[in-house]
Structures are given as structure tokens and as C-alpha cells.
């Protein structure tokens, strides 16, 4: 349970250093190339002292390196997201992927949803639609659709790796999307020619502790994974958005509604239900 705790805490913490990277003048694009190859020098590190049994065949090899393209539109999307609204929502929104993605296993026909998970899934989305209707002033609908296309790039992932990559090594899935990922961002920086890096010391800080905070969220998911099976770690997981919640609290002064905090309670009830019951 530990490795999981950690890579939640991890991942929520990414979450809000990212934002104080962006508020300090940090635009996406560069944020996102900047954390991705702090991300591969760390996560090549790791591979180096714990070494894969075996390589990819060549044919998963291009699927993990496809999965790379989707990744780039998760990173970006969702960081894209916080530039127009607070954390929580941006996170709660987001995690509306493991209904998804049960979903359209479901329609799919990957995997068969019983009644009590489709009712687990309607509660899950009536609490993010509570939450997202509560919002005073209203939302910025861009930054809702940009973590809900973060959202769908990551259900294509999970649905891809489930049909081609079952068995495989994640590590090394991983990192071959993120190499893949990391190429195809600096590509994109270089064609746009317009580096925004952090105006200050703390901005460079936070930019740095993001690469950081995130590959020690992957190595946490890797761990947990072998430890206790990826079941219990989606369950716990589930505390990313809550750790989020608090962190923005702290932080950045990014405060929940009552109603808000009401609906992202039942989203994330529901969530963990749904999980269970599949």
C-alpha cells in the first residue's frame, strides 16, 4: 500500500507545483518538454539499476511508442486545464477517466459492466456535475474540456495497453510512450520557437520539482503494482484528487465550494465503487 500512497501524494503534488510553475510564466508547451526529459534521464537511471527481464518485441514496441503520442496529448491537456481553472476542478474532472474507460471497454466488448457498476458510474458523473454546476462565477468551459481531453487521451491508452500490452512490462512501456512523448514535444518547441520559462528562482524550482514529483509517481505505480496488483493501486490512487484538493488549499488559495466539496466527495465515492465492482 505504501508505493501506491506515495505515488498519489506524489502525483498531487505534481499537480499544484505545476500550477506555481505556470503562474510564474511558465507557458505549457515548455513546461511539458522541460518535465519530460528530466522525466527520461530519471526514469533511464532507474531502469539502469533494476533492469527489465526481457525487451520488447518489435511490434510492441511501436504500440508503447503510439501510446507516446497519446501521452503527450495527456500531459498537455491536462496542464493546458489548469491554466484556466483551479486544480481540484481540473483533477476531479480529469479522473472521470476510469468511468470512461469502463465504459468503453463495455461498449467495446473488452469487458461486460454489470448494473451496479453502470449505477456507480451515473453517481460518479452526477457528482462532477454537481461540482463543475456549483462553481461560483461559472467555469471556464476550455479548461473543463481540456481535462476532459486528457481524460479521453488517457482512456485510449489504458484501452490500447489492455488489448495489445497485457503481460508486458510497464516499465518498459512506459519508457518507450515517454521517450516517444519527450521527442515529439521537442519537436513541437522547436517548430513554435517560443520558450516561456519561469520569470523567477522559486518558478525554476517548481519547474524542476515537477519532473521530479511525477517520474517519483511512476516508479510508486510500478511498485505498487507488483507489490499488491493494479487493482488496489487504481483504488488508491483515488487519492490523488483529495491530496490535490488540499495541497491547492494550502498553496495556491484554491478552495472548494461546499457544494463543490460535496460533489467531488461523491464523485470520488463512486469512483472507488465502480473500480470495485469491475
Known amino acids: 500500500m505504501i508505493p501506491a500512497v506515495v505515488a498519489a501524494s506524489a502525483f498531487a503534488c505534481a499537480d499544484v507545483i505545476g500550477k506555481l510553475a505556470l503562474l510564474d510564466g511558465t507557458g505549457v508547451l515548455s513546461l511539458a518538454t522541460f518535465r519530460s526529459w528530466?522525466?527520461?534521464?530519471?526514469?533511464?537511471?532507474?531502469?539502469?539499476l533494476d533492469a527489465p527481464a526481457a525487451r520488447l518485441d518489435p511490434g510492441a514496441r511501436w504500440i508503447a511508442l503510439?501510446?507516446?503520442?497519446?501521452?503527450t496529448g495527456n500531459v498537455y491537456w491536462l496542464f493546458k486545464s489548469f491554466e484556466s481553472v483551479e486544480v481540484p476542478v481540473a483533477i476531479l474532472t480529469y479522473f472521470a477517466y476510469p468511468l470512461l474507460t469502463g465504459l468503453a471497454a463495455a461498449a467495446c466488448g473488452i469487458e461486460r459492466l454489470?448494473?451496479?457498476g453502470a449505477a456507480a458510474a451515473a453517481a460518479a458523473f452526477l457528482g462532477l456535475a454537481l461540482m463543475l454546476g456549483a462553481h461560483p462565477g461559472g467555469l471556464?468551459?476550455?479548461?473543463?474540456?481540456?481535462?476532459?481531453?486528457?481524460?479521453?487521451?488517457?482512456v485510449v491508452m489504458l484501452l490500447v495497453m489492455r488489448a495489445w500490452l497485457g503481460g508486458v512490462d510497464t516499465r518498459l512501456v512506459t519508457w518507450h510512450s515517454l521517450l516517444a512523448s519527450t521527442a515529439l514535444f521537442t519537436l513541437l518547441s522547436l517548430a513554435a520557437w517560443s520558450w516561456q520559462g519561469p520569470a523567477s528562482a522559486s518558478g525554476?524550482?517548481?519547474?524542476?520539482a515537477l519532473g521530479v514529483t511525477t517520474t517519483i509517481g511512476m516508479l510508486g505505480v510500478f511498485a505498487s503494482t507488483a507489490r499488491v496488483g493494479p487493482f488496489r493501486t487504481a483504488l488508491l490512487m483515488n487519492l490523488e484528487p483529495l491530496l490535490a484538493a488540499i495541497g491547492s488549499a494550502l498553496f495556491l488559495g484554491e478552495v472548494l465550494t461546499p457544494?463543490?466539496?460535496?460533489?467531488?466527495?461523491l464523485m470520488i465515492a463512486a469512483l472507488a465503487?465502480?473500480?470495485?465492482?469491475?
Open 38 to 48: 528530466i522525466g527520461l534521464a530519471l526514469l533511464a537511471a532507474w531502469l539502469r
Open 66 to 71: 503510439g501510446i507516446g503520442v497519446l501521452f
Open 114 to 116: 454489470s448494473g451496479r
Open 140 to 154: 471556464a468551459l476550455a479548461g473543463v474540456l481540456a481535462a476532459l481531453a486528457a481524460a479521453c487521451c488517457r
Open 204 to 208: 525554476w524550482a517548481a519547474l524542476i
Open 259 to 265: 457544494l463543490q466539496a460535496a460533489g467531488g466527495a
Open 273 to 278: 465503487w465502480f473500480q470495485w465492482k469491475r
